[in-house]
């Protein structure tokens, strides 16, 4: 059965990233990490689900979203960056493969970052630090990296900015492909986390199976 949200508000993080915020129903439940099947409440776009992770703490008394929009595309996120306060929308309820393991590795493509966003903050209230993680994060330009001041300010967090569209100074300038992991001084007998785009989760979980991370250490949405 699907639960009715009320848009308390909804404040711009980037370009095309809007942070939206909305009144918790009673009782609903997830973990960090997980999603939920998201739709507008609007005739003709009901049935137009689409998943999106909560990255609000999972004991706060709102429930947040973080969405990009693709006005491109004609479709659900171009409408939700158009929501106003005090419209609905509709969630099932949580769902997905991916949680918190322990101290590893993240690697996070453009909007792939969200799943991580309620997991790092989870992690930082309860110990304080996030000693041991570290955090890849490939975007195309500087002006993609979402809560970019918030990740540099989590105590602990290694944080590593990819950009393969634009060079930046102190920024490395590529791809997470075979060379950037392999002079990237990874441990890979730790932990990996990986979530973005299709290809680049294939390409990246590939990489890393060849050298010697087996699935059980690599966390995912099941493909």
């Keep these: 059965m699907p639960h009715t949200l009320t848009l308390q508000s909804i404040r711009p993080i980037t370009h095309d990233v809007n942070e939206l915020t909305f009144i918790r129903p009673e009782?609903?439940?997830?973990q960090p990490?997980?999603?939920?099947?998201?739709?507008?409440?609007?005739?003709g776009w009901r049935d137009e689900k689409r998943p999106f992770t909560f990255t609000s703490l999972p004991e706060a008394e709102h429930l947040q979203f973080t969405i990009k929009s693709y006005p491109s595309h004609d479709g659900v996120t171009e409408q939700i960056g158009k929501l106003e306060g005090g419209e609905?929308?509709?969630?099932?309820?949580?769902?997905?493969?991916?949680?918190d393991?322990?101290?590893g590795t993240i690697i996070a493509g453009g909007a792939g970052i969200t799943p991580f966003l309620?997991?790092?903050?989870?992690?930082?209230?309860?110990h304080g630090d996030?000693?041991?993680?570290?955090?890849?994060?490939?975007?195309?330009?500087?002006?993609?990296?979402?809560?970019r001041e918030e990740l540099e300010r989590m105590t602990g967090l290694k944080l590593d900015l990819v950009l393969s569209d634009e060079n930046v100074d102190g920024i490395y300038h590529g791809q997470v492909d075979s060379d950037y992991l392999d002079q990237a001084d990874l441990d890979f007998?730790?932990?990996f986390y990986l979530c973005g785009p299709p290809p680049m989760q294939e390409d990246v979980s590939t990489l890393l199976k060849a050298r010697g991370v087996a699935d059980e250490r690599l966390v995912h949405e099941d493909w």
């Design 27 to 30: 009782g609903y439940e997830f």
């Design 101 to 103: 393991h322990g101290p």
């Design 118 to 126: 309620s997991i790092l903050r989870a992690r930082q209230a309860e």
């Design 130 to 147: 996030l000693d041991g993680y570290r955090l890849i994060f490939a975007n195309s330009c500087e002006k993609d990296i979402i809560l």
């Design 189 to 191: 007998g730790g932990t």
């Design 88 to 99: 609905d929308v509709l969630i099932e309820d949580a769902w997905g493969a991916i949680s």
């Design 33 to 43: 990490g997980q999603a939920t099947d998201f739709a507008l409440d609007r005739d």
